[in-house]
T-cell receptor
Framework: GENVEQHPSTLSVQEGDSAVIKCTYS??????FPWYKQELGKGPQLIID?????GEKKDQRIAVTLNKTAKHFSLHITETQPEDSAVYFC????????????FGPGTRLSVLP | NAGVTQTPKFQVLKTGQSMTLQCAQD?????MYWYRQDPGMGLRLIYY???????DKGEVPNGYNVSRLNKREFSLRLESAAPSQTSVYFC????????????FGQGTRLTVV
């Protein structure tokens, strides 16, 4: 089955700096890659996603890149703010009904003022 | 505009007791999921239901049973709770089909003593 690895497990950056989180997946059949943000005491919430027919997607300060050949994808957050502090999860999913999301172990991002 | 609602939010059980975690969604989604979240391990799929009337095992189904009561509701039952089932449980739902966002509930923090 699919296996998703995520690095780093913790990341601290100064406010205004950029943050990058990287994930790798094992199953070449996976073709949908969402990123979730989880704030303390809450459920994960989608922040951005990318499909395998796209190499890069951007939404304001957040971007995701996908390298299908190398089977890795990354989350980029620019101009970080304290409210970006949270746990971020990447996931991989296949193109079928009743899709099964496989999540990475998470990255705890701390943005220091 | 509730989204995905889980009850209860907190629960303490004694080893061997049984309980049912309830989940309901009001977004007319076909697919529903139960995940458990443990420190450093991300979200692991317990069971999912691709559509009303169907359920399938995920990565960690042992010790759990599920019921897709109708399109809105998907319950998770622990027949004989064990300390290893201490975790935070999340229910999620999504529109059927490839590459669609999963919406999560707020979670149930379960402690088995």
């Amino acid at each position: 089955g699919e296996n998703v690895e995520q690095h780093p497990s913790t990341l601290s950056v100064q406010e205004g700096d950029s943050a990058v989180i990287k994930c790798t997946y094992s199953d070449s059949a996976s073709n949908y890659f969402p990123w979730y943000k989880q704030e303390l005491g809450k459920g994960p919430q989608l922040i951005i996603d990318i499909r395998s027919n796209v190499g890069e997607k951007k939404d304001q300060r957040i971007a995701v890149t996908l390298n299908k050949t190398a089977k890795h994808f990354s989350l980029h957050i620019t101009e970080t703010q304290p409210e970006d502090s949270a746990v971020y999860f990447c996931a991989a999913s296949m193109d079928n009904y009743g899709q099964n999301f496989v999540f990475g172990p998470g990255t705890r991002l701390s943005v220091l003022p | 505009n509730a989204g995905v609602t889980q009850t209860p939010k907190f629960q303490v059980l004694k080893t061997g007791q049984s309980m049912t975690l309830q989940c309901a969604q009001d977004m007319n989604h076909n697919s529903m999921y139960w995940y458990r979240q443990d420190p450093g391990m991300g979200l692991r799929l317990i069971y999912y239901s691709a559509s009303e009337g169907t359920t399938d095992k995920g990565e960690v189904p042992n010790g759990y049973n599920v019921s897709r009561l109708n399109k809105r509701e998907f319950s998770l039952r622990l027949e004989s709770a064990a300390p290893s089932q201490t975790s935070v449980y999340f229910c999620a739902s999504s529109v059927s089909g490839p590459g669609t966002e999963a919406f999560f509930g707020q979670g149930t923090r379960l402690t088995v003593v």
